[in-house]
DNA sequence: GGCAAATAACTGATATATCAGATATCAGAA
DNA sequence: TTCTGATATCTGATATATCAGTTATTTGCC
């Protein structure tokens, strides 16, 4: 429950519990195969089971935890299978929507593409991941959003949820993120050209392709088991 | 809550809750814009608002409905707007999911949708839009499922509940099931061919575009406003 | 010692009571 | 008559108690 009052916007505890469980899997303190126990975490968190079971059901859904019946709320793996399968999707739906944004995205949106993939060469010279990160998002954010397609944009927002809060082996791989660099510029090249079509294709077939990331990915996940 | 007892499979209340409130958004008892009483609803079922809070939860993580704190649960529409977002993204992710299904497929897989097509036909000259539906969906899930992705799987699956669940004003228009025969065929025929871009790009521009379909799906759903 | 049945403990699922924000209605003042 | 504040009602959110399936441990028999 969001409640503006006088600019305070009061969120309700259900919504609290689940910024809170966020917090844990982005700070990797929730590892694959955890036990949440209700119990415990309501207590700690100072709230009744209720909020708890309405964020955890929430959770389940996004794909987070398996509540398992009278047994045990655990902390769903991230094998490279599903690594797999998450890929396939971003990349159709990314694709998708730079064809659909392209028209409204214009000189302007790509050369907002553009900087941004140059801050995040600055960001890799400075050694800042966080601002890498940062950047990065921001540069597919800028054609999803341009789309106007809010399901997609959910979609694959929620996916990436799930890669980029997956505790991971290694915090970041240098070699790695200049190849990004460089397949975004490629991106953003090929619509600078007027060629939307090569850049969807691109940015499908490379640039989210597993086959072709998962030197990296492998690296940076570590070889998780299911 | 799953339970396997003597080969009796034993559902939670909620997931009973959740299925029963399925089932009304099938059977369009349940309205755009409507909302829906959690103490009415819970006694209506003989049981508690917790269950049927967990289904609602799930119902809105779903699309299905929007849970507006301490004013009301409200049933969502579906304007034209938003089936477009799911043109789009089921276009986007079955056409992926074709071209990924294609080596696995094989030509047996490609007659069994050569098949599922020709019963479509049967069911249209039948006037059995059940029996058509149903081979509808199985033509879908056959390259779909055949795709491997289980993720893609349940995004898309997700979004056709949304569809096919709405009320509509019509239910069925023989122009357009005829139209999606002629369609399924020219995918069967460019899969026969051995050409999966070509049966991907028609899936995804064609069959799965608003723009050719919008005058169907305008008379299918009526012109609903948000 | 091994196995099966009984019992205890654990844990999430559900029911009920209470709370709390939102909305509607009423009463009093201007 | 209109406006504002107080009160009542409605409805979902939350807390607490209890239930019920699952798992672990204990007990008794062979």
New interface residues.
């Given amino acids: 429950?969001?409640?503006a009052k006088g600019g305070l916007v009061l969120k309700?505890l259900k919504e609290q519990v689940y910024d809170y469980l966020r917090q844990q899997f982005q700070k990797h303190r929730l590892q694959p195969g955890e036990t949440i126990n209700m119990e415990a975490t309501a207590g700690k968190l100072g709230v009744s089971k209720t909020p708890l079971?309405?964020a955890l059901?929430?959770l389940e859904?996004?794909g987070f935890v398996t509540i398992s019946?009278?047994r045990g709320i655990f902390v769903n793996p991230l094998p490279l299978a599903?690594i797999r399968?998450?890929y396939?999707?971003i990349?159709?739906?990314e694709?998708?929507a730079l064809i659909?944004s392209f028209p409204s995205l214009g000189p302007a949106g790509i050369r907002k593409m553009d900087g941004l993939n140059r801050r995040m060469q600055k960001a890799i010279d400075a050694g800042d991941f966080d601002l890498f990160y940062e950047k990065n998002l921001l540069f597919h954010d800028a054609f999803v959003a341009a789309c106007g397609?809010?399901?997609?944009t959910r979609?694959v927002g929620n996916?990436k949820k799930r890669l980029y809060d997956f505790p991971r082996k290694r915090q970041w791989i240098k070699e790695w993120e200049q190849s990004s660099i460089r397949e975004h510029q490629e991106i953003v090249d090929f619509l600078a050209a007027g060629d939307p079509q090569s850049a969807a294709i691109f940015l499908?077939d490379v640039h989210w392709s597993f086959k072709v990331q998962e030197k990296f990915i492998r690296k940076y996940y570590g070889d998780a088991k299911a």
Same sequence: chains 1, 2.
């Avoid at 397609?149 to 997609?152: E, K, M, Q, V």
């Fill in positions: 429950m969001k409640t309700s079971r309405d059901i929430q859904m996004e019946p009278r599903e399968e998450f396939q999707v990349g159709a739906l694709s998708s659909e397609n809010g399901n997609l979609i996916l499908r």
